[in-house]
């Protein structure tokens, strides 16, 4: 599966972003989507996945309350809107196909190239 991050950019503390994930090439559906994010010098991180049909969601602590994941099957799209958004939220965010492990998220090695947020203070 092939996925295409969108809608990363700069945005004052306290602003608003959504992120959308286009995917092609296999059934989208099927897949548990997760996204993560990569600041400089940090290791990569989930913030938030969801199940392939939608109905379940899981957010890292750090952003429960502020973001969302959400899912259009139908146009083979994960969005992850972000409300409150602080300088710490500053990172390449990049979207993943998984599945679940039980209530665990597990990445497949399929990812995005990317989107690059930054939020100024």
């Known amino acids: 599966v092939q996925l295409v991050e969108s809608g990363g950019g700069l945005v004052q503390a306290g602003g608003s972003l959504r992120l959308s994930c286009v995917a092609s090439g296999s059934t989208f559906s099927v897949y548990a989507m997760g996204w993560y994010r990569q600041a400089p010098g940090k290791q990569r991180e989930l913030v938030a996945s969801?199940?392939?049909?939608?109905?379940?969601?899981n957010y890292a602590d750090s952003v429960k309350g502020r973001f969302t994941i959400f899912r259009d099957n139908a146009r083979n799209t994960v969005y992850l809107r972000m409300k409150g958004l602080k300088p710490e939220d500053t990172a390449v965010y990049y979207c993943?196909?998984?599945?679940?492990?039980?209530?665990?998220?597990?990445?497949?090695?399929?990812w995005g190239q990317g989107t690059q947020v930054t939020v100024s203070s």
């Open positions: 969801i199940t392939s049909g939608g109905g379940g969601t």
């Open positions: 993943n196909a998984g599945y679940y492990n039980r209530t665990y998220y597990v990445p497949l090695d399929y």
